[in-house]
């Protein structure tokens, strides 16, 4: 008796609670075609990246940020098992000496369909593993997040990042309104 509950108990979780693989991984300048997809994906079902439109994403805007942060490992991404990407997260080193200590330009994001499963938690934790151990002379990481983003707001906070201001307006939504984005920082990274 005890072993047929057993086995319809682990019958049961399976059917209910599917556990969905992910593989994080560095971005290759061969991901540009599928970022885009995912990228345009997201900003079509949510307007939490408001500052940015489906159509302002294109394909030389895409390699253009793969240039700018494949050869410094500085962009990573999630795949799904059927292979297309899920997830995607960056930040971009500025050349000049007096800011080389910065990420900055983070964009981050989770499809639609994988959003609230812990992809986008793995992802983040995933990327500031590698900075702290590719880029220890990163001292401060910085980002911007529309203030109705809660989900992003308590992410970052989770992970110790620290608000640092608010920028009234900045953001021209499509139907008129503004959005204020919240200016987000985690310091010493190497030390959380
Ligand atoms: C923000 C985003 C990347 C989070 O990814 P996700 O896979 O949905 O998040 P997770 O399931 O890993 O949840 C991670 C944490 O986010 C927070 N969170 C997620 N959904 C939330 C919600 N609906 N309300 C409040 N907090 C939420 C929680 O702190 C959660 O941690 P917990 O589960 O330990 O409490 C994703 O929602 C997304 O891509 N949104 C659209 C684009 C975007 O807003 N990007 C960030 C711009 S700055």
């Known amino acids: 008796m005890k072993r047929i509950l057993y086995c319809l108990t682990i019958f049961l979780c399976a059917c209910w609670l599917p556990i969905q693989a992910y593989l994080i991984r560095d971005a290759t300048a061969a991901d540009a075609p599928a970022l885009l997809t995912l990228w345009q994906a997201v900003v079509t079902t949510t307007d939490s990246l408001a500052s940015i439109t489906r159509d302002e994403i294109t394909l030389d805007w895409v390699n253009d940020i793969l240039k700018a942060t494949v050869e410094n490992q500085t962009i990573f991404v999630a795949e799904n098992e059927d292979k297309s990407l899920v997830g995607a997260i960056w930040g971009q080193k500025p050349k000049l000496r007096s800011l080389a200590h910065c990420l900055v330009s983070t964009i981050f994001f989770v499809h639609p369909d994988h959003q609230n499963k812990g992809l986008g938690k793995q992802l983040i934790t995933y990327a500031l593993a ?63």
Request: aromatic share 4%; no cysteine; glycine share 6%.
């Open 130 to 192: 590698n900075i702290k151990q590719s880029h220890p002379e990163i001292t401060r990481i910085e980002l911007g997040v529309m203030a109705s983003n809660t989900a992003a707001l308590n992410l970052y906070s989770s992970l110790g990042f620290k608000i640092e201001g608010r920028r009234e307006q900045k953001v021209a939504k499509a139907d008129g309104t503004f959005e204020t984005e919240i200016l987000m920082a985690l310091l010493n990274p190497a030390n959380s």
